[in-house]
């Protein structure tokens, strides 16, 4: 199944009864990338009340990674309605933080949980998403005469290179959308190129 993916990061705000909620909202890929952006979420806005988040890595129908945190909102409150709103948008390998602002109005756990998917689907309206297309990745060995058409053929199947290794032949890594492999693997094996690290 294929899904959304952010291509850049936004940050929105919304406010409800004076508390302040800003909403940075992006792409990530994995949980380490996430935890820094954290970081820098909260040194930006370092007397903020809270900075709830929600994680989605991978496939929204079938995650690798889905976590929510509401820190130090009432349990369930904040984190988890950002994440349901996630997956419930089909967007995968994204992150939102959203920052509170105590405005001195409580506004209940209803209230909150209304609050935090207002913030994240403010920021959803204005992120701009594109379709994750999977990737193949492996590496293919030619001799020096061949690596002008290999870079040929990796180009007619929308795919990239890496960094060549020159030794006695040429090694380089390759990329390229997994719906276009098994044509180029078939032109590169008819052409004696060699595959290597097939995965």
């Known amino acids: 199944m294929s899904y959304q993916i952010p ?7 919304t406010e409800e009864k004076k508390s302040r909620f800003i909403c ?3 792409p990530v890929e994995d949980k380490t990338a996430f935890l820094h952006q954290l970081d820098t979420v909260r040194s930006e ?3 903020a009340s809270h ?4 994680l989605v890595i991978g496939n929204p129908s079938n995650p690798e990674v889905m976590q929510a945190d509401d820190d130090g909102e009432p349990g369930g409150s ?8 996630l997956l419930k948008q089909g967007v995968g390998n994204v992150g939102a933080i959203v920052t509170r602002y105590f405005g001195g109005t409580k506004l209940g756990v209803g209230g909150l949980m209304r609050a935090y998917r207002g913030a994240v689907g403010a920021a959803l309206q204005d992120v701009p998403l594109q379709p994750f297309i999977p990737l193949h990745q492996t590496s293919v060995c030619c001799d020096f005469a061949q690596e002008a058409r290999l870079r040929f053929l990796l180009g007619r ?3 990239s290179c890496g960094q060549a290794d020159y030794a006695s032949k040429v090694t380089m890594p390759i990329s ?6 098994s044509q180029l693997q078939t032109q590169l094996l008819a052409e004696n190129f060699q595959v290597l690290d097939d995965h």
Do not use: F, I, K, N
Request: proline fraction near 12%; include cysteine.
């Open 157 to 159: 199947h929308q795919g």
């Open 78 to 85: 904040a984190g988890r309605p950002m994440l349901e709103l």
């Open 45 to 47: 806005y370092p007397d």
């Open 176 to 181: 390229l959308p997994l719906d276009q492999w």
């Open 24 to 26: 940075w909202l992006g």
């Open 51 to 54: 900075h709830c988040t929600a």
């Open 7 to 13: 291509s850049s990061p936004v940050v929105s705000e």
